[in-house]
């Protein structure tokens, strides 16, 4: 088998709504006497070229793919993946067009995910994707951190300090600032706040 061997099945294609000549797909050998292991490839070229585009994705073979349509390059893709006992699926997320993919499954309760869908959102609303599995359907809405610094608003609002949310006490809301990310049992600081006490 090869990507030249009709033994391979396609099990999911996705394409770049905002440049139709970006293309994903995903296939896997069936027939394999080795372990099974599914594969993505992509396009730029509306499917006359393709590159294996796969790594981290651990999954036992991607059944599902969903590009993002906030991102007009097509770098942001969904990956719905099956697993095995040993090699767990999941959700998995790339942001560079495939070159590297890192699970987006923190809190699935289920190892292979079948199916994906992104909701419409208002503007400035959370990012959603709901995944179909195993075991159900499941939604996963991204916290609200709008200044970019892992930490989510509602948790940096509450952070302690003489003014609650201004864990590190310089009169501004933690939430605003880009370099200070701060959760309800302290403050972290990065370059901008060198030299502060914890």
């Given amino acids: 088998g ?8 396609v099990l999911s294609i996705a394409i770049n709504p905002a440049n139709p000549n970006r293309l994903y797909a995903t296939a896997i050998n069936f027939v394999s006497t080795e372990a099974r292991q599914g594969r993505v490839y992509r396009s730029d070229d509306a499917g006359l070229n393709w590159v294996r585009a796969d790594s981290g994705i651990a999954g036992a073979d991607v059944r599902a793919l969903l590009v ?4 007009t390059t097509g770098s942001t893709v969904y990956a719905g993946a099956g697993g095995t006992a040993t090699n767990p699926g999941g959700v ?5 067009a495939g070159l590297t993919w890192n699970s987006f499954s923190i809190g699935l309760m289920a190892d292979a995910a079948l199916a994906l869908e992104i909701p419409k959102r208002a503007l400035g609303a ?3 994707i709901l995944a179909g599995t195993i ?3 499941w939604s996963f809405t991204e916290a609200d951190d709008p200044d970019g610094d892992g930490a989510p608003s509602v948790v940096e609002n509450n952070a302690p ?3 609650t949310g201004d864990g590190n006490g310089d009169g501004n809301q933690d939430a605003g600032q880009t370099s200070v990310a701060s959760n309800t049992g302290g403050i972290f600081g990065l370059n901008a706040m060198a030299g502060l006490a914890p």
């Fill in 2 to 9: 090869g990507p030249t061997s009709s033994n391979w099945d």
């Fill in 68 to 71: 993002d349509p906030a991102d």
């Fill in 92 to 96: 998995y997320r790339t942001t560079d």
């Fill in 126 to 128: 959370p990012f959603r």
């Fill in 135 to 137: 075991a159900g359907a």
């Fill in 161 to 163: 300090g003489v003014t």
